[in-house]
């Protein structure tokens, strides 16, 4: 009796010492051990993400899937992982609750749920609770809400109403895009100049930007917050796109009279090729779509964009033309910066609208689970700005390009 009794005990703790050494083992797979966090420094590197001047030649076919290993389980991997100063951002009212409801959804299932990252939805209006607790479920991070203070959604006081009403009607019956909308203008006029200065948005450095209906067609196996922070890149983007010349018609001018003033505030290596294909003489309407962007704050917080934003401001063309987010981002990352601080995201499948952003390499096409069709990728398109874009940052095309231009 006692001897079988033994006998069990025996072989119970050699199973359990078995099944120690076995999780010890899974867990230094990747040189990590369980107590110790993972060496993301040593993953980037060993994946490439350092040290690498031609950015658009990354590999990131096989990227960090932290949270997907079956046998740690995703907790204690995201416990242990070191995330970015980052948040995602959504502008939204409260009738685009479906359509929050599925950006957050489709980011969550391509990225977030292995990362956690905060989500801040900011609106001009306060979010009822019944928006707040519906939305926050399908988000894995912390979603918080926020109300956008009056003075950063209204008319500054150097703006002739009368004249802002006229120019809107005259734009309405020209058949211009929100030419006749008055909030579409203070959205444009917040996303140049203001929602890096909400509270909320304060205590971040990075944020990506997402809209209520956008599609996420690939899998995001590493994080692109860290991937930014990592080779100091400012700002990234996924589509490149003309603008309609009579939203912005004063805008390069206006541009052009804050460069005379400021010329320190260009580097050398800056990517003025990108928006003029005359040296700077006149704008080829070229921007970055920024509906979608991941990029850091601190760039907006800087004194040279400060002071762009405030000298395009107190020209009125948010409100007597209207001037966009996007070719104002857009002509301030392209001039302030040096080129090497742009990212082009070629492996974030993304789709707006009828504009869309399908990779064409096939490892990252194949690599990435994507679900899109290469045939509509808009990158190389005529309206698109790919072209400009490749070879003002001196990139060479996908060997395939030509495939799936127009
Ligand atoms: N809170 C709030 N958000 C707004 C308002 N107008 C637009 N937005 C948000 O601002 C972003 C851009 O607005 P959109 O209407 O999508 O503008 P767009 O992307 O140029 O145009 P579409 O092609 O129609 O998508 C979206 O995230 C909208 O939800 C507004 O009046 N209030
Ligand atoms: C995050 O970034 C913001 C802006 O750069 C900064 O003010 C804040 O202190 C940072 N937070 C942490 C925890 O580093
Ligand atoms: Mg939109």
């Given at each position: 009796m006692v001897n079988q009794r033994y006998k069990t005990l025996v072989i119970q703790a050699f199973a359990i010492l078995g099944f120690i050494l076995i999780l010890y083992k899974l867990a230094n797979r990747?040189?990590?051990?369980?107590s110790s966090p993972p060496n993301y420094q040593k993953l980037a590197e060993s994946l490439n993400?350092?040290?690498?001047?031609?950015?658009?030649?990354?590999?990131?076919?096989?990227?960090i899937s932290f949270g997907t290993d079956p046998f740690l389980g995703k907790e204690l991997l995201i416990k242990q992982y070191q995330k970015a100063n980052a948040t995602i951002m959504t502008l939204c009212e409260e009738r685009d609750l479906k359509g929050v409801i599925e950006t957050v959804r489709k980011l969550e299932d391509r990225f977030n749920k292995n990362y956690h990252y905060d989500w801040v939805f900011l609106n001009n209006e306060p979010f009822s609770d019944e928006f707040k607790e519906k939305v926050s479920k399908f988000v894995s991070g912390n979603s918080r809400f926020g109300v956008i203070p009056i003075e950063h959604w209204s008319y500054p006081e150097f703006i002739d109403k009368e004249k802002a009403k006229l120019e809107r009607e005259k734009m309405e019956n020209e058949g211009?895009?929100?030419?006749?909308s008055e909030s579409y203008r203070h959205m444009c006029r917040f996303n140049s100049g203001f929602f890096y200065r909400h509270p909320i948005m304060e205590e971040y450095k990075y944020y990506w930007r997402v809209e209520p209906h956008v599609e996420f067609?690939?899998?995001?196996?590493?994080d692109p917050f860290k991937f930014m922070e990592d080779n100091n890149k400012i700002y990234g983007f996924t589509i490149t796109i003309h603008e309609f010349l009579r939203t912005i018609e004063t805008l390069w001018d206006t541009t052009k009279k804050f460069i005379k003033n400021?010329?320190?505030?260009?580097?050398?290596?800056?990517?003025?090729k990108f928006i003029s294909n005359d040296k700077g003489e006149?704008?080829?309407?070229?921007?970055?779509?920024?509906?979608?962007e991941i990029a850091d704050m601190d760039f907006w917080r800087s004194k040279e964009y400060e002071e762009y934003f405030q000298f395009l401001d107190k020209s009125g063309g948010f409100f007597y033309e209207r001037w966009g987010d996007a070719p104002v981002h857009s002509i301030a990352v392209s001039l302030?910066?040096?080129?090497?601080k742009l990212h082009f995201?070629?492996?974030?499948?993304y789709q707006h609208g009828v504009y869309q952003m399908c990779p064409i390499e096939d490892n990252l096409y194949n690599g990435n689970k994507c679900f899109c069709?290469?045939?509509?990728?808009?990158?190389?398109?005529?309206?698109?700005c790919g072209k400009e874009l490749f070879s003002a940052m001196g990139w060479t095309k996908p060997d395939n390009w030509e495939k799936y231009a127009d």
């Open positions: 990747n040189g990590n051990s369980i993400f350092k040290n690498n001047n031609n950015n658009n030649n990354i590999d990131l076919t096989n990227g211009v895009i929100y030419g006749g067609t690939c899998d995001i196996n590493y400021n010329p320190s505030y260009l580097p050398n290596d800056n990517l003025m006149s704008y080829n309407l070229c921007h970055f779509w920024s509906n979608f302030f910066l040096s080129k090497d995201f070629k492996d974030i499948g069709e290469k045939e509509n990728d808009f990158t190389f398109d005529g309206y698109a």
